[in-house]
């Protein structure tokens, strides 16, 4: 194998492990039922992201927040006007 050869080769190896390190660092994942707002370094949103796999720059940072819409079922008892309390009275 020549010394040129060897270098391509050496050269060609490192360019892969570089672009896999940026892959993982500049890919972000936003789940099904989020979304994410990217801030820059200088202040403010810049984009949102909607739910995939997405690039993003080296300084940026991101925040997901829920857009699913959440069920909650509570059992609420309100006094009458004698007194009596009257319990499961509605639910929300």
Same mark, same amino acid.
């Given at each position: 194998?020549? $010394?040129?050869? =060897?270098?391509? @080769?050496?050269? &060609?190896? =490192? #360019?892969?492990? &570089?672009?896999?390190?940026? @892959?993982?660092? =500049? *890919? %972000?994942r +936003?789940p %099904?039922?989020?979304?994410?707002?990217?801030?820059s370094?200088? #202040?403010?949103? *810049? %984009? +949102? &992201? $909607?739910?995939?796999?997405? @690039? !993003?720059? &080296?300084?940026?940072?991101?925040? %997901?927040?829920?857009?699913?819409?959440?069920?909650?079922k *509570?059992?609420?008892?309100?006094? *009458?006007?004698?007194?009596?309390? /009257?319990? /499961?009275?509605?639910? !929300?």
């Open positions: 194998m020549s $010394n040129k050869a =060897f270098v391509g @080769l050496v050269s &060609l190896v =490192f #360019g892969v492990v &570089l672009l896999i390190i940026g @892959l993982f660092t =500049f *890919t %972000e +936003v %099904e039922g989020q979304v994410s707002v990217v801030y370094p200088s #202040g403010g949103a *810049t %984009e +949102v &992201l $909607n739910p995939g796999w997405h @690039l !993003i720059g &080296l300084f940026e940072k991101t925040q %997901e927040y829920p857009t699913r819409i959440a069920i909650v *509570t059992d609420v008892s309100v006094t *009458t006007t004698d007194g009596k309390k /009257n319990y /499961n009275a509605c639910s !929300i």
